[in-house]
DNA sequence: CCATCTTTGTGCACGCGTTCACAAAGACAT
DNA sequence: ATGTCTTTGTGAACGCGTGCACAAAGATGG
């Protein structure tokens, strides 16, 4: 997972572990695979498999949503496609609006994936007067004054953030002020919020450093194993990078 | 963070736990601000509010570091970048493909993002005949048939997955058997890959589902605080939404 | 109606991660 | 040199999440 978090630590929504709540999605997207192809019961096993994730880790998943599976059978796929559905709140329309349209924002406009499942993408909203006006993923773009006014004719609760990290914190602030109390941050900076908002983070960067990390301790281990030479090839320069470019800025929009 | 997870449970890679690792480039943002500022040296306190995490849990992970603190006064803002930005092994050059390029994939290779602290978009891959040689943020792109050769020509060890669902486990395993250990996916899909890869997925419409679920338990909350009908406004439809398009797919590349 | 077989639902134990709270360590002033 | 004050580094307790293993439940066949 990509992921950064910042959630209230721990809050047992409903009696439902914010880690179940976090895979559901995933389980629904197999689910509604297995709909597609009319296959009307699954086992835990089989979609346990699907999901990549433990039989008894999904079983257990699903008994927070209550037991609707049957004993030497499995699980209904369309009863559970619903119940997972009611439960995520995906029978209901999730009006969200974009803000920040260089590249990132405009691509996540015409991700397919807000379309589907109840969200709607209900405006997309820049700094630069330029773009105002300019249809993209056939909605057209407008200035950010009227932030405000989007949000509540709207009734949206829901904000994507796809500024540059320098703007993200007003936008932010003015999202949540206007009432938004939901935001998915793709800006690379910590955003602070009151109590009751939600923010989740989605940072590129941050992956591929993770992921680097990863990557540099196989090739550590591998080297040891074969020459076995004690400083490895983790040797290196000894402070010389220490002057970085600022950092990785999302596109463009939006004076800081 | 938004973002899913497939990794080997609980490897703690050389002492230093996941959990660590995954803040490590949090902190190193927050640091190389610092530095651009100027700043010599930064409390415990300071650099965890700036992280936004809990300073006991800072002072934590960078005593498996090692012991780069000096008590009553702080760290080294120059020394602590180095050693963290070492750690993450962001102290050499990882060359890095993003196969599919749609509209996603087009952003993330303009993203700045990629470029500073140590990775370089080696080349960039697409399954449409049509846009091969046609340059995207500078480089030209590549047709799939290339793909092992420039993963090796190139040492490539970091592959971005940014193609539809349905082409993606194919990419992977074709970057797997080129040599590529490290994955980054944007892809809604599980992959499957053998033990020694690191699979990271970027879930887009996953952490929209998640802040839904929260959004609609705090409409359900505030409701039973005010009215207190017992249904609530969490009644709605009745199985009228079973059945729904196919996954959201990422743009458009490579056939399935 | 009974026996067998499959699959769910969950009690339990274990381990990771987080947080508190405090002793040790060093800076700094006198 | 000594005392005070700040801040680190960590021992210990707690809670969440995971996975094993099994009993209960129900389907299915004779």
Redesign the interface.
């Known amino acids: 997972?990509?992921?950064?978090?910042?959630h209230r630590p721990a809050t047992r929504?409903?009696g439902i572990p914010e880690a179940t709540?976090?895979r559901?999605?995933?389980y629904?997207?197999?689910l509604?695979?297995l709909?597609?192809r009319s296959v009307p019961t699954v086992s835990s096993e089989e979609l346990a498999a699907?999901?990549?994730v433990n039989s008894a880790k999904l079983r257990k998943d699903f008994s927070y949503l209550g037991s609707y599976g049957t004993r030497g059978v499995g699980y209904d796929v369309?009863y559970l496609?619903?119940q997972i559905?009611?439960?995520?709140?995906?029978?209901?329309d999730?009006p969200?609006v974009i803000v920040g349209i260089g590249?990132?924002g405009?691509?996540?406009a015409?991700?397919?994936?807000?379309?589907?499942?109840?969200?709607r993408v209900a405006a997309l909203i820049d700094a630069d007067p330029a773009m105002a006006g300019r249809p993209v993923a056939g909605i057209p773009v407008q200035h950010t004054d009227e932030l405000e006014k989007i949000i509540e004719d709207n009734g949206v609760?829901?904000g994507v953030i796809a500024t540059p990290a320098g703007a993200a914190q007003q936008v932010c602030d003015r999202l949540v002020a206007a009432g938004v109390?939901?935001?998915?941050n793709f800006a690379?900076t910590?955003l602070?919020v009151p109590d009751?908002v939600?923010v989740?983070?989605?940072?590129?960067?941050?992956?591929?450093?993770?992921?680097?990390?990863?990557?540099?301790?196989?090739a550590g281990e591998e080297a040891e194993a074969a020459g076995s030479d004690g400083s490895g090839p983790?040797a290196?320069?000894r402070?010389?990078?220490?002057?970085?470019?600022?950092?990785?800025?999302?596109?463009a929009v939006m004076p800081a």
């Open positions: 997972m990509a992921t950064g978090r910042t929504s409903r709540v976090a559901l999605p995933l629904l997207r197999a509604t695979a709909s597609e699907a999901a990549g369309e496609v619903y559905s009611r439960e995520l709140g995906l029978t209901q999730w969200v590249n990132l405009a691509a996540l015409n991700y397919g994936g807000f379309a589907s499942r109840g969200f609760s829901i109390t939901s935001i998915l690379p910590v602070s009751g939600d989740r983070k989605v940072d590129l960067s941050i992956e591929l450093q993770i992921l680097a990390f990863h990557e540099q301790r196989k983790v290196a320069a402070q010389e990078s220490a002057e970085q470019g600022p950092d990785g800025d999302v596109p």
